[in-house]
Nanobody, 127 residues
Framework: QVKLVESGGGLVQPGSSLRLSCTASGFTLDEYAVGWFRQAPGKEREGVSCITVDDGDTYFEESVKGRFTISIDNAKSTVKTVYLQMSDLKPQDTAIYYC?????????????????WGQGTQVTVSS
């Protein structure tokens, strides 16, 4: 069964850090683009950060540049996990974070029509 599973969300205070993980099962991510998208209550789902695994190119939404990084787990010969390291979190980062993988990368701004999606993990930033 092909699926993506996110983990690492939680409730943190402003200025804190979290690392989200996106792990693939049933397939490997080596020939995919992997993206992190988020959806806040009452808002559209938006792209946060993406990486094309084969060449390592990365993309970041403007509001997270300098605070978020995206990386792949190179510990094994095939890629199964992509991380989103989030630092200096702000209340406006509060959302459900979803990871997605696609072979047909069309950019990072809007959710991909073609691809696999995880179920999401909640990130809440509040004092």
């Amino acid at each position: 069964q092909v699926k993506l599973v996110e983990s690492g969300g939680g409730l943190v205070q402003p200025g804190s850090s979290l690392r989200l993980s996106c792990t693939a099962s049933g397939f490997t991510l080596d020939e995919y683009a992997v993206g992190w998208f988020r959806q806040a209550p009452g808002k559209e789902r938006e792209g946060v950060s993406c990486i094309t695994v084969d060449d390592g190119d990365t993309y970041f939404e403007e509001s997270v540049k300098g605070r978020f990084t995206i990386s792949i787990d190179n510990a094994k010969s095939t890629v199964k996990t992509v991380y989103l390291q989030m630092s200096d979190l702000k209340p406006q980062d509060t959302a459900i974070y979803y990871c997605a993988a696609t072979r047909f990368f069309t950019g990072c701004a809007t959710p991909w029509i073609s691809g696999s999606w995880g179920q999401g993990t909640q990130v809440t930033v509040s004092s």
